[in-house]
């Protein structure tokens, strides 16, 4: 069994398998699985500093990690 977070709600359970990038959400009405890719966040830091492109996780998005919250 690969390991997942899962979450109980009023309306369901959600199960994240996140080394598969795959989200399970099963409710009254049925159950759906979405699957999502990966971002190299180190090639995407390298791509900026060589070409410009735009940083998948710039440095302001991570103001509460250098705010101490």
Same mark, same amino acid.
């Given at each position: 069994?690969?390991? !997942?977070?899962? @979450?109980? #709600? +009023?309306?369901? =359970?959600?199960?994240?398998?996140? &080394?598969?990038?795959?989200? $399970?959400? &099963? =409710?009254?009405? /049925?159950? =759906? =699985?979405? $699957?999502? /890719?990966?971002?190299? *966040? $180190?090639?995407? *830091? *390298?791509?900026? @500093?060589?070409?410009? $492109?735009? @940083? @998948? +996780?710039?440095?302001? +998005?991570?103001? !509460? *990690?250098?705010? #101490? !919250?």
């Amino acid at each position: 069994m690969e390991p !997942c977070v899962t @979450l109980h #709600g +009023s309306e369901g =359970t959600a199960v994240f398998h996140y &080394t598969e990038d795959r989200v $399970t959400v &099963t =409710t009254e009405a /049925g159950e =759906t =699985t979405h $699957t999502f /890719g990966r971002e190299d *966040l $180190t090639e995407n *830091l *390298l791509q900026h @500093l060589r070409k410009g $492109t735009p @940083l @998948l +996780s710039p440095p302001r +998005s991570q103001q !509460c *990690l250098h705010a #101490g !919250c």
